[in-house]
């Protein structure tokens, strides 16, 4: 057990729909990270916070957003779902520059 | 940019055997993950190792930043040990994200 949590495991829906994923970091790490991994792409970054701010994007999606709350959990908005989004999306936090410790991973299948 | 790439893509063993996972990676790498991703889909942590040797149990891991290759060793592979061994870098330069290499498949036959 990584000490990240991640809700929900599972998550099916359609193309067209929103939904939000939600990452609780472990104790005491201030940086949040999310990861997309996909059979085409493999495991990609998408998006960095730290105590609450945006600190570093990669290849996210417009249509895709994250935000960090004061008690440091995250949670990722996925909007206008299209098949291509079906992935596993990862969470990872750690200390700043330190080891990232990964949560067991939503998957999400839009039909 | 920073690149990571990980060989042989597939290895498939037979349960005792001993075997060892390489990965390539570019200049401006300042850390070096190695990770297992069991066949239940979750990222498990091995090691974080940017350079020297580590040991832990039946894996260890070595990387040499200078010629910027790092090695995982598996000896006396079991069944549990199969699934996809990813090695990921941080690029230097303030960066915190991990670039994953595409991985090595592992299975190990009984």
């Known amino acids: 057990d990584s000490g990240v949590t991640q809700t929900p495991k599972h998550l099916i829906t359609a193309t067209g729909q929103r939904v939000t994923l939600r990452c609780s970091p472990r104790?005491?790490?201030?940086?949040v990270y999310w990861y997309q991994q996909s059979l085409d792409q493999g495991l990609q970054f998408l998006i960095q916070?730290?105590?609450?701010?945006?600190?570093a994007k990669g290849n996210i999606l417009e249509r895709f957003s994250a935000q960090q709350f004061p008690d440091l959990h995250s949670e990722l908005n996925l909007s206008s779902l299209e098949l291509g989004d079906s992935a596993l999306y990862f969470c990872?936090?750690?200390?700043?520059?330190?080891?990232?410790?990964f949560g067991p991973g939503t998957r999400l299948t839009v039909l | 940019g920073i690149q990571v790439e990980q060989s042989p893509p597939d290895l498939i063993l037979q349960e005792g055997a001993n075997s060892t996972l390489r990965c390539n990676f570019s200049?401006?790498?300042?850390?070096l993950q190695w990770f297992h991703q069991n066949p239940w889909g979750q990222l498990i942590n091995l090691f974080y190792i940017p350079s020297g040797t580590k040991q832990n149990g039946r894996l260890s891991a070595t990387t040499v930043a200078t010629e910027r290759y790092s090695l995982l060793y598996i000896s006396s592979s079991q069944t549990t040990d199969s699934g996809v061994y990813f090695c990921?870098?941080?690029?230097?330069?303030?960066?915190?994200?991990?670039?994953f290499g595409k991985g090595t498949k592992l299975t190990v036959n009984p």
């Open positions: 990872a936090s750690a200390r700043s520059g330190d080891t990232q410790y």
């Open positions: 104790s005491g790490d201030l940086s």
């Open positions: 990921a870098g941080l690029s230097q330069g303030g960066s915190e994200k991990l670039v």
């Open positions: 200049d401006s790498v300042n850390n």
């Open positions: 916070y730290y105590n609450g701010e945006e600190r």
